[in-house]
């Protein structure tokens, strides 16, 4: 066997040594996140009501959160202009012209108040309080018809709402089904 | 082909400007827009008689080619950050989109994010949640990847009962290509070592609108990149600047930009953004929820409205085809309105989940017809014809539309959408 067969032979054992390898070495140079630095950013609640805050509000307090802080882009009521309407659509979305709003077409109540705080006002997101959130979610709820005048809604009462639409979700991931 | 031929240079530039108004307007009135300011043999041009100009630290596209530019920009009522910009895919001709040409999908504006002061938080149910700055993610090691981004609300109007009059980077421009380069997510989440009941993560991103979806382990753990690079030169701002995620094949809004949070999860979190929106409502008024991979898909770019055809003779079709399943196997092109069809050359690279660019000669005999293109993947999946898609899921689905695209060329030239 020459040099240069030798050579081959140790860069062929290298290359089976690399294919064989599954582990990929990496730096390692994440710092462990302290709770309080995850409580500061962790917004997202999931729809059992897992990261809800502690709080509450009601349709009435909610009514004033929203003529202030909300109405301008989404019309008195929730009736939508210049931005989305809030309200109605019920019974719309086999129509020709379906109308998906949270009374409508929302599946889980708890994406109400994830969206609200993450997003809204759009030109202030992240400046309502907790309180302000849930008594704009419950004031939404209220007009859609979904809860009472007087229901308070709280970490508790949110996951518990029942969504008209829920039921009307087909689920595809991870195999989408062949069309009809 | 009435790729408008640019005024050349000597021409005034007001004078240009107007000559580009007709050019564009006409692609019949082109060659005579050229001549009147060229520079026919036996003549020297002008800027062979003095030296050009110097080098510049960051090249710009041609001034001749300004009209060029991202197309259909819209955004919602009293905002200027939620909404989108198209790729002029009929302007392009290449598997990758320049950067600055991208497709945008924002909800609320684009961040002005100082990477040093950026950071990335994995946490929810692992066994150590951890927070990455920038300059460690650069650290790590990386991959590269050429991959298609679409918006699933690309070519959405085509869900409309009337075909749109517009142009094919404004019905299908919310889709680009980039070579990607960034961290496999799979990396940092050994790092931080995932809970074996762990099936979803959600990610943030750290704009106003704090977008977030939920996106499947499986998926996380297989292909997903944390990009730090697009075409080579660190992300475009408009493209999630310092860091996004990449998720290949599956449809745009999941590759979240301006990443900032991964929070390990065992159910997906039912953001907005994959209730309320993202979600295919069909003609019975059910739902498909999370519908993520972009289905095969191609469009004819040329001939296409506002770049017709100046007379009979050869041309060349050309296109793009894509496909978030897979790769693409075969694109065939009909010249007479689907009777027909004929295998387009298939442009290599072909890459899996990338625009592949096809071409095919035509002669144009100077008649009326209509031009289809087809595209097949490596799962098998055929585009279909439009009739047969709004068939089976109806007129209101606004997502995920993958029908086969029709363009009427009139007897003068002139090409324009039609469903046909």
């Known amino acids: ?146 809860i009472g005048e007087s229901d308070e809604i709280n970490a508790q009462t949110l996951p518990k709402v029942s969504m008209p639409n829920r039921d009307n979700f087909i689920v595809v991931y991870p195999i989408k089904p062949a069309p009809r | 082909m009435a790729q408008p031929e640019r005024s050349q240079g000597g021409v005034p530039r007001r004078q240009f400007l107007e000559h580009s108004v007709v050019v564009l307007a006409s692609g019949v009135l082109a060659a005579s827009a050229q001549r009147a300011g060229a520079f026919e043999p036996p003549e020297t041009p002008l800027w062979m008689k003095s030296p050009g100009a110097g080098m510049s630290e960051y090249g710009q596209p041609s001034k001749y080619e300004v009209s060029v530019k991202r197309t259909g920009i819209a ?171 990449l998720l290949p094949g599956y449809e745009g809004n999941m590759s979240v930009k301006w990443l900032r949070r991964l929070k390990v999860v065992s159910t997906a979190t039912m953001t907005k953004d994959e209730t309320s929106r993202y979600t295919d409502l069909q003609a019975d008024g059910k739902a498909l929820m999370f519908t993520y991979p972009m289905e095969v898909k191609s469009v004819i770019t040329r001939p296409s409205p506002g770049r017709g055809l100046s007379g009979a003779g050869l041309y060349e079709i050309t296109g793009v085809a894509w496909s978030g399943h897979g790769t693409i196997t075969k694109v065939e092109v009909s010249t007479d309105g689907g009777k027909t069809w004929g295998a387009a050359a298939l442009v290599p690279p072909v890459l899996p989940r990338a625009i592949t660019c096809f071409r095919m000669p035509w002669k144009w005999g100077g008649g009326p017809t209509v031009l289809k293109s087809r595209a097949t993947d490596n799962t098998g999946a055929v585009q279909p014809e439009r009739d047969k898609f709004i068939a089976d899921h109806g007129n209101n689905a606004i997502f995920h539309y993958n029908a086969i695209q029709a363009w009427s060329v009139e007897a003068n030239g002139e090409v324009k959408h039609v469903y046909a």
Request: aromatic share 6%; net charge neutral; with cysteine.
């Open chain 1, 1 to 146: 066997m020459s040099t240069r067969d030798l050579a081959w032979a140790a860069v062929a054992l290298a290359l089976m040594g690399c294919a064989g390898a599954t582990v990929t070495e990496t730096p390692n140079l994440g710092r462990t996140a302290t709770p309080a630095q995850i409580a500061g950013w962790d917004i997202s609640i999931q729809p059992d009501g897992s990261g809800l805050p502690s709080g509450s509000g009601t349709p009435a307090k909610g009514a004033a959160v929203y003529e202030q802080k909300c109405q301008a882009c989404h019309g008195v009521r929730g009736a939508g202009q210049p931005n989305d309407p809030l309200v109605g659509g019920k019974g719309s979305l086999a129509s020709k012209t379906p109308a998906r709003t949270i009374g409508s077409y929302w599946p889980y109540a708890t994406t109400i108040f994830d969206y609200v705080r993450r997003a809204m006002p759009y030109l202030q997101p992240q400046s309502l309080t907790n309180d302000e959130v849930y008594a704009v979610t419950a004031y939404l709820l209220r007009l859609n018809g979904i």
């Open chain 2, 75 to 245: 955004s919602r009522p009293g905002t200027t950050g939620s909404g989108a910009s198209r790729t002029p895919l009929e302007a392009l001709d290449g598997m990758i989109t320049p950067s600055g040409l991208h497709f945008e999908r924002h909800h609320g504006g684009v961040p002005d994010i100082d990477p040093a002061k950026h950071r990335l938080l994995i946490h929810g149910m692992v066994r150590r949640p951890l927070v990455f700055t920038v300059e460690a993610l650069m650290r790590y090691p990386r991959v590269s990847r050429i991959n298609f981004l679409e918006c699933s609300g690309n070519s959405g109007v085509m869900y409309n009962p009337a075909p749109p009059n517009l142009t094919a980077g404004q019905t299908h421009g919310l889709v680009s290509c980039s070579e990607w380069t960034g961290v496999p997510l799979r990396l940092l989440l050994e790092e931080a070592g995932v809970e074996p009941a762990a099936q979803w993560i959600l990610a943030e991103g750290a704009d106003s609108a704090a977008m977030s979806r939920s996106i499947p382990m499986a998926k996380a753990m297989d292909d997903a990149v944390l990009a730090l690079f697009q075409n080579g030169e660190r992300l475009r701002p408009e493209n999630g600047y310092p860091v996004r995620l």
